[in-house]
Nanobody
Framework: VQLQASGGGLVQVGGSLRLSCVVS????????WAWYRRAPGNQRELVAL???????TYEDSVKGRFAISRDNARNTVYLQMSNLRVYDTAVYYC????????WGQGTLVTVSS
């Protein structure tokens, strides 16, 4: 399985970014997918999850600001991030929440004040 996350960058507080993750080597449409993040000095945490039927769940600090979506035709899962805050700074990864694949490089999001 390969997970190619992209879309990170440097943004000011209050800004927005859209992350993408292209998945190959696994049956994308049958799986739930999730976005995770690891901030400096912290453990990796689950940020948002979308099931195979499109139900979503979010970590409390991102509710109302982040939105996870999926495009089964493109084997891609997205994370739209709005009203970004400094503490959202982290490397963001996507993965299968039920059977983790290799995490890959992730994509770095830096929010500056």
């Amino acid at each position: 399985v390969q997970l190619q996350a992209s879309g990170g960058g440097l943004v000011q507080v209050g800004g927005s970014l859209r992350l993408s993750c292209v998945v190959s080597g696994r049956n994308f449409g049958d799986n739930a997918w999730a976005w995770y993040r690891r901030a400096p000095g912290n453990q990796r945490e689950l940020v948002a999850l979308i099931t195979n039927i499109g139900s979503t769940t979010y970590e409390d600090s991102v509710k109302g600001r982040f939105a996870i979506s999926r495009d089964n035709a493109r084997n891609t899962v997205y994370l739209q991030m709005s009203n970004l805050r400094v503490y959202d700074t982290a490397v963001y990864y996507c993965n299968d929440p039920t059977e983790n694949a290799d995490w890959g490089q992730g994509t770095l999001v830096t929010v500056s004040s």
